[in-house]
Structure formats: C-alpha cells, structure tokens
C-alpha cells in the first residue's frame, strides 16, 4: 500500500495516529502512516536503566483513563503500580538541592503561603472549567491568551513559590517550558485530573505503568498495521 493507493493517509506515527490508523483499517478503508522519524512511538520512547525497561517520554496511567486500560488489554499488556518509595528532590533558582517527603513541600513558610494561594486560584478556576470542552469557558480565549508563564509572573510573588509551581506545572507536568503553553492549556489538564494536587497523586494521574515499558503500545499498533506504517 502507499499513500496514492490509500483511502486516508494519516500523518505521525504516534499513539493518535496508530490509533486513528487502527479504527479506519476496523472500518474497512486503505490507510497509510507516514513517520517522519525512523521509529513510531513520538512522545513514548522506551529506554533502558540497569538493563530493566525504562521510559523517557509519557509512562503514566490513570485509573480512570478507560479508553487506555481498553487499549491495553486490547493489545495484550499489562500495568503494574507505580514504584513511589523515597524522597522526592528540588533543585531551587540559588541551585540548592532540598530533599523532602512526597506529600509535603520543600517550601519555607512565606513561599509555601504563597504557593498555596497560587495553587488555590489554579483549583478554583479548574472548577469552573469542563475538562471535556474547556473551550466552552466564558472567559476562554482570555484564558488562551496568555502563557502560564505570563500568569505565574502576575499572580506569584515569591521568587520560590513561583519556581516551584513551575517546576510542577510545567517541567513535571506539561513537560513543557511554561511559556509555551496557555493559562488555559494548564488548567484544563487539573481540571482533567480534578486539582493540582490530584496531578502528583500516587493513586490517581500517576497510578500505573505498563510492564515492559509504555513504547510497548505503538510498537503493537504498528506490528498490527503492518506495512501500512511507512518510518
Ligand atoms: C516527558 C513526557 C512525559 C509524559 N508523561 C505522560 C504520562 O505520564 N502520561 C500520559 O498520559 N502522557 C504523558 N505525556 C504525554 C504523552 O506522551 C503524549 O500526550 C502522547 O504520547 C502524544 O501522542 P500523539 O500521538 O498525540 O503525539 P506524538 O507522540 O507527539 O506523535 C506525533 C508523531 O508525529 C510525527 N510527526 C510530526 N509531524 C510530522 C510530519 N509532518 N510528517 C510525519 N510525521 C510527523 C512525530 O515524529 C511523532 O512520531 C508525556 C509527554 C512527555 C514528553
């Protein structure tokens, strides 16, 4: 099959595009994925540590992501939960390392205050969104129009408060510099999980993994779709 043949060409080998791929081959039409790396996978990229599987990449697995679990006993994989004894670490602006418990902050009072406060205008605006259409906000394209970064800079004083929230939000979270995203990008994906806390819990958005590492779940895709996927 190549991509004059084809009913659909789809676009990037990632799990979007294996899956859209996968529903329109169940539908009975042509379909081609083009790749432009030379792996699929995109955002998920099995790696190796002490030869066990390891992921960069997405690794996490909500309970409540129904359609993933369906996908997974679909493919034959499984999940196990996710390993969380241990210190979590924050490296500060000033380059300190703080060791700290996971469910507590490595804040001092006056950055912690803050960050609360940050934190709990982030939640009450996560509430009044719909995480399945946040478009539908009154205030949306405002809240689209200016980066998280924009919104720290104006709402978070402290120096460190405003760090830390970053380093949540953006590096743990988004995986992404904060000025390249929306206010409402990031609130829409809390009001996904519920609040900001619910991001970091171990029993929800950070709940499971999958056994041989998440890679595992294009790379199937891709096996099923044989030479349809073009890398
Ligand atoms: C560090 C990190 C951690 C993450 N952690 C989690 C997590 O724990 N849980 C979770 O659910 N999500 C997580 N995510 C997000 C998750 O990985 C992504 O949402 C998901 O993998 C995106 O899949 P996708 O198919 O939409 O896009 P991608 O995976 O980005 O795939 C797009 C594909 O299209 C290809 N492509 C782009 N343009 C072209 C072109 N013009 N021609 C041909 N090919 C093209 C790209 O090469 C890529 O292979 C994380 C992401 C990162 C980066």
């Given at each position: 099959m190549n991509e004059r043949d084809a009913d659909v060409v789809v676009i990037g080998a990632g799990v979007a595009g294996l899956v859209a791929a996968s529903d329109l081959v169940a539908a009975g039409r042509e379909v081609v994925v083009l790749e432009a790396r030379d792996r699929v996978g995109g955002r998920l990229l099995n790696t190796?540590?002490?030869?066990?599987?390891?992921?960069?990449?997405?690794?996490?697995?909500?309970?409540?992501?129904?359609?993933?679990?369906?996908?997974?006993?679909?493919?034959?994989?499984?999940?196990?939960?996710?390993?969380?004894?241990?210190?979590?670490?924050?490296?500060?602006?000033?380059?300190?390392?703080h060791r700290y418990a996971a469910d507590t902050e490595p804040l001092p009072a006056t950055a912690a205050a803050d960050y609360a406060r940050a934190v709990a205008k982030l939640d009450a605006l996560c509430a009044e969104l719909d995480p399945e259409a946040p478009w539908e906000h009154p205030l949306a394209t405002e809240l689209d129009g200016i980066t998280f970064e924009q919104w720290l800079a104006a709402e978070v004083d402290d120096t460190l408060a405003r760090d830390f929230l970053r380093?949540?939000?953006?590096?743990?979270?988004?995986?992404?510099?904060?000025?390249?995203?929306?206010?409402?990008?990031?609130?829409?994906?809390?009001?996904?999980?519920?609040?900001?806390?619910?991001?970091?819990?171990?029993?929800?958005?950070?709940?499971?993994?999958?056994?041989?590492?998440?890679?595992?779940?294009?790379?199937?895709?891709?096996?099923?779709?044989?030479?349809?996927?073009?890398?």
């Amino acid at each position: 099959m190549n991509e004059r043949d084809a009913d659909v060409v789809v676009i990037g080998a990632g799990v979007a595009g294996l899956v859209a791929a996968s529903d329109l081959v169940a539908a009975g039409r042509e379909v081609v994925v083009l790749e432009a790396r030379d792996r699929v996978g995109g955002r998920l990229l099995n790696t190796e540590i002490g030869g066990e599987p390891n992921e960069l990449g997405g690794q996490w697995i909500a309970p409540y992501q129904s359609e993933m679990h369906a996908l997974l006993a679909e493919l034959g994989l499984e999940s196990f939960h996710a390993y969380r004894e241990g210190d979590s670490l924050y490296i500060d602006p000033a380059g300190e390392l703080h060791r700290y418990a996971a469910d507590t902050e490595p804040l001092p009072a006056t950055a912690a205050a803050d960050y609360a406060r940050a934190v709990a205008k982030l939640d009450a605006l996560c509430a009044e969104l719909d995480p399945e259409a946040p478009w539908e906000h009154p205030l949306a394209t405002e809240l689209d129009g200016i980066t998280f970064e924009q919104w720290l800079a104006a709402e978070v004083d402290d120096t460190l408060a405003r760090d830390f929230l970053r380093s949540n939000m953006a590096g743990g979270y988004m995986t992404k510099p904060a000025d390249s995203f929306s206010l409402l990008g990031a609130a829409a994906t809390v009001a996904g999980a519920g609040s900001v806390a619910n991001l970091f819990e171990p029993d929800l958005c950070l709940h499971s993994r999958i056994v041989g590492g998440s890679q595992l779940i294009p790379l199937r895709l891709a096996e099923r779709l044989g030479d349809r996927v073009v890398v």
